[in-house]
């Protein structure tokens, strides 16, 4: 398969977006960051090959941590999506939600279990991560 203006072989060029996490401390309720990483504040992404090394510079196991994934969406501001995160659907405070993955799509489940698909830029916005910041969905009644 090729792309017809730039005669490129789609399928021999494709480069899928590398996974993307956040890992969590269950026990200390932070999120981890990498100590090599002079820019982290709160936490640090990571790319899958540096799991191992994380859990260890931070002194966690696996069944100390909470591993969440990026959806490799951003909201309209810039900021990256993670499953977790607590995004305002419509940037109006009417339609919040958390984001989960259901059969391979990322959605927002609202407080009845309502799914609604997540599409990124550029009218949603990320508010938050359920945990971190549960209280985000107790206040604005999600």
Same mark, same amino acid.
């Given at each position: ?24 401390? *269950? ?97 949603? *916005? ?13 206040? *604005?009644?999600?």
């Amino acid at each position: 398969m090729t792309n017809s203006d730039t005669n490129i072989d789609v399928l021999a060029n494709f480069q899928p977006m590398p996974k993307r996490f956040m890992v969590r401390d *269950k026990l200390g309720g932070r999120w981890l960051y990498s100590f090599d990483d002079d820019d982290a504040h709160e936490y640090t992404i990571f790319d899958i090959t540096e799991l191992d090394e994380i859990l260890d510079e931070n002194g966690c196991s696996w069944d100390e941590v909470i591993i969440v994934q990026s959806t490799n969406l951003f909201d309209k501001d810039g900021k990256e999506i993670f499953e977790g995160s607590i995004v305002d659907y419509n940037d109006n405070g009417d339609m919040l939600g958390f984001v989960r993955q259901h059969e391979g799509q990322w959605y927002l489940e609202n407080k009845y279990g309502n799914l609604l698909f997540l599409k990124g830029v550029p009218h949603q *916005k990320m508010i938050g991560h359920i945990l971190s910041n549960p209280e985000l969905m107790e206040e *604005k009644n999600v």
